[in-house]
């Protein structure tokens, strides 16, 4: 035991980090990811109440899967204890002898990998996107219903009752809920699954709540699944543009934080600290994916753009024209407000500042980004670049009163004093 450590920081941060994989270990026992949530819990807490007495165990991690998981076998012994005076005592009235014990009991049956059948039971048909959504960001982000409502602007009650009706249709679905599915089944649920996955990876490259901008350990969870799955579908080209996609975008994780956790933008980043074993991995993913037939998908389309920069020395020597073309075949291909964002960004870079703001006039009407801080903090930039510095500090201005994350609204505050300094 450890007894120097703070209990309840070490028990928070193990939690983040390990939660969707004790939940998914559990769940394999029990069947049920509702319940193996509540066993979950259970054990965090157990750990609440004894590691502050007792000190923090040497593995924290394995200490909180390892009570889950007894008692997870705890209740199902209790149910096969149940069974059988159940059994034995309608045997008995009926005159003829119990069945042999045929219950699941310590020796569930494992599936390949416990997270990625969590993953496939989470993108059950069942189950609603909205719900989905929520339930993934609950089980594999670590969010608490009031973080996920926070980040997709929605009150907590209605982010409550999506996870509560997620959970209550995988009941319904029963115990192959939880099983990888293979041949078409596979291909069906196939697209919800990358859309998670890749949910579970932004959520760390860019936490949408809470103190740090990053978290790692769900990008690097994140591409051990897209990893998994195209294993699981080697002929299907859009696995390997995610996978290329996070590779390429998780090589830049460690210049994306400065030394006291600061955020470090994409132009500002230094570009030998980016990773180029995953720079390589994710090229090569792309390059099959854009060998599959038929047009490029939008994980393939994002990973090209992606590609366009890990290509580039610099900023300025990025080929911004390509990323606009780029983004407009996906505006096509999978339009939304966001990527048109994205694509006033590459314009601007490509053809001027003027162009820029022309492609982000219409996307003020849009309801989804009302409350997006990143559509005034982008027409800040341009505004600046225009020499327009009054109004790009209103802008900065707005987006301080739309941000989520403490690292985002410092990175804000230092470019609204950059900004008033000029403007002096």
């Known amino acids: 035991m450890t007894t120097t450590a703070d209990p309840y920081a070490v028990l928070e941060t193990v939690w983040r980090m390990e939660s969707a994989r004790i939940v998914a270990g559990v769940a394999r026992v029990v069947r049920d990811v509702g319940h193996a949530e509540e066993l979950a819990h259970d054990a965090l807490v157990a750990a609440m109440e ?75 048909p069942a189950v609603a996107r909205e719900s989905r959504v929520a339930l993934t960001l609950r089980l594999f982000g670590g969010l608490t219903t009031d973080e996920i409502a926070h980040a997709f602007l929605v009150p907590s009650p209605t982010v409550g009752q999506r996870i509560s009706r997620a959970k209550k249709r995988l009941a319904g679905v029963g115990p192959e809920a939880l099983a990888v599915p293979t041949g078409d089944e596979l291909a069906a649920r196939l697209g919800a699954v990358l859309e998670v996955v890749y949910l579970i990876f932004n959520e760390g490259y860019a936490a949408t709540t809470g103190v740090d901008w990053t978290r790692p350990a769900l990008c690097v969870e994140a591409m051990r699944l897209g990893r998994v799955l195209a294993a699981l579908r080697p002929d299907e080209p859009e696995v390997h543009g995610l996978v290329a996609l996070m590779e390429l975008q998780g090589s830049r994780l460690r210049a994306r934080v400065g ?42 389309l994002q990973a090209a753009i992606a590609a366009c920069h890990a290509r580039a020395r610099s900023t300025d020597a990025t080929d911004w024209t390509a990323i606009a073309a780029l983004y407009a075949e996906l505006a096509a291909r999978a339009p939304s407000p966001v990527v048109e964002l994205n694509r006033a960004v590459a314009v601007s870079r490509a053809e001027g500042p003027e162009a820029g703001l022309a492609v982000l006039a219409p996307l003020d009407a849009e309801p989804a980004l009302a409350r997006y801080h990143l559509l005034p903090a982008v027409r800040a930039d341009m505004l600046s670049a225009l020499g327009r510095v009054e109004e790009a500090v209103a802008e900065i201005d707005r987006a301080l009163g739309l941000v989520r994350t403490v690292a985002e609204r410092e990175l804000l505050e230092r470019r609204r004093f950059a900004l008033r300094a000029r403007a002096r």
């Not at 159940?86 to 416990?114: F, Q």
């Not at 933008?265 to 570009?271: A, C, E, F, I, N």
């Not at 990773?275 to 994980?299: C, M, N």
């Open 50 to 124: 004894q590691w502050p007495r007792e000190g923090v165990p040497d593995n924290p991690g394995a200490w909180l899967a390892a009570t889950a998981r007894r008692r997870a076998i705890d209740t199902i012994r209790r149910e096969q204890t149940l069974a059988r005076k159940t059994e034995l005592m309608e045997s008995s009235e009926a005159g003829v002898a119990p069945a042999a014990d045929a219950l699941v009991g310590d020796g569930a049956a494992a599936v390949g990998d416990d997270l990625l059948a969590l993953l496939f039971a989470t993108c059950h």
């Open 259 to 300: 030394p006291s956790g600061e955020p470090v933008l994409l132009g500002d980043q230094d570009r030998s600290r980016w990773d180029r074993v995953l720079l390589q991995r994710g090229l090569a993913a792309l390059e099959r994916a854009e060998s599959g037939p038929g047009p490029r998908g939008r994980y393939t």
